[in-house]
Nanobody, 116 residues
């Protein structure tokens, strides 16, 4: 069973930056991809960023170059650097991994609030 532990999140003012991390209890190569989705109140969960085992990256359309996903294979950890945050980025961010089943695995949500 893939288990994901996320950290980061919090409160930031508009235009600020925030970092998230997500660590798996398995090698990043034993899952198809890892990354984040987010869900704002009253909205559907949407893709933020994912990286496949082969390092193919996908970003949500709203990212527009503001976020960067990276990975430390030795630590089984993916990182998300978020810059130029706006109030529209306020949401619960969920660490996600899809294994080769494929089966989705979710970590705990991390609240990101962008407010002045």
């Amino acid at each position: 069973q893939v288990q994901l532990v996320g950290s980061g999140g919090g409160l930031v003012t508009p235009g600020g930056s925030l970092n998230l991390s997500c660590t798996a209890n398995v090698s990043v190569f034993s899952v198809y991809d890892m990354g984040w989705y987010r869900q704002a109140p009253g909205k559907q969960r949407e893709l933020v960023a994912t990286m496949t085992a082969g390092r193919t990256i996908r970003y949500g359309d709203f990212v527009k170059g503001r976020f960067t996903i990276s990975r430390d294979d030795a630590k089984n950890t993916v990182y998300l650097q978020m810059k130029n945050l706006t109030p529209e980025d306020t949401a619960m961010y969920y660490c996600h991994a899809e294994d080769w089943g494929p089966t989705d695995h979710w970590g705990q949500g991390m609240q990101v609030t962008v407010s002045s």
